[in-house]
């Protein structure tokens, strides 16, 4: 986290670089803020506001704020006339000066320093490269909610190779995996590999459940395929298990047939 230091007695003259290092810093925390919100997209997500509402011959988009290329927009109200065929409305930027911030420099004479930069939706026969159509500009809330529901696929911590083809040859999505959505359902996924063991019953442990990933009451189930018979179990320790009763064949059994089940936090 950068401070800057101004309550030492006696004070100093404040410069540019002082500035420059207070927007830096609140730069980098505004990033922080919107890597969280998953908002570090480089085209338009509507934070708040910007209702659209269609009248009978003008489009009226209220005010908001949105998050584009790692900065915060305030979006003015938009009024444009209802877009027709081949006409889209989008986001665009538009940089302004305030007039409190014309300053006579000591060597470069007079500029502007209040730089304001705002948004507001306009239409076009085409929508600029890095914008997005209003009606595909997502909203925060969804965002939020797609990187909730994206949680990647775990491994089993015995995840052999031989889970499938052999080591050194299995594809990525037969290693054994689960995850866990934002509604507390476990989902698993890959393969074991069955061998043909002559009828004689044989317990797998297909891999271990970590503690919030596990059912409240464990369940088997039966499964049949052709002449194999087996069931597959999932306890409330988390422990997920093959057994074969009767396997007169080789063949892969997918993990994606157990049913999903609600974890347990």
Not at 64 to 76: C, E, H, P, S, T
Not at 83 to 92: D, M, N, Q, S
Not at 183 to 203: C, H, M, R, W
Not at 237 to 258: H, K
Request: charged share 20%.
């Amino acid at each position: 986290m950068k401070n800057l230091i101004s309550n030492i007695a006696g004070g100093f003259p404040l410069s540019q670089d002082d500035i420059q290092f207070l927007q830096d810093r609140d730069s980098v925390i505004l990033n922080a803020l919107l890597s969280a919100l998953n908002c570090t997209d480089n085209t338009p997500i509507i934070l708040s506001g910007c209702e659209r509402t269609v009248g009978a011959s003008n489009t009226t988009v209220s005010e908001g704020y949105i998050a584009w290329n790692n900065k915060v927009y305030f979006v003015q109200e938009s009024i444009y006339a209802n877009a027709g065929v081949g006409v889209f409305e989008y986001f665009t930027i538009d940089t302004l000066y305030l007039s409190t911030g014309n300053k006579d420099f000591e060597t470069s004479g007079n500029h502007d320093t209040h730089q304001y930069e705002v948004a507001k939706v306009v239409t076009g026969g085409s929508v600029p490269s890095g914008s997005l159509e209003f009606v595909n500009t997502p909203r925060v809330q969804e965002k939020i909610r797609s990187k909730i529901n994206d949680q990647e696929w775990i491994d089993f911590a015995n995840n052999d190779e031989d889970a499938f083809y052999g080591p050194g040859n299995t594809p990525p999505g037969y290693y054994r995996k689960f995850r866990k959505n934002n509604d507390g359902f476990v989902y698993l996924s890959g393969a074991k590999l069955i061998q043909d063991n002559g009828g004689v019953p044989t317990n797998y442990v297909v891999g271990v459940l970590p503690v919030g990933f596990r059912p409240e009451f464990g369940f088997v189930v039966y499964r049949q395929y052709g002449p194999s018979e087996f069931t597959v179990s999932v306890l409330e320790d988390g422990t997920v298990n093959l057994i074969q009763l009767e396997t007169n064949t080789s063949f892969a059994y997918y993990l994606n047939d157990i049913p999903v089940f609600k974890a347990v936090e």
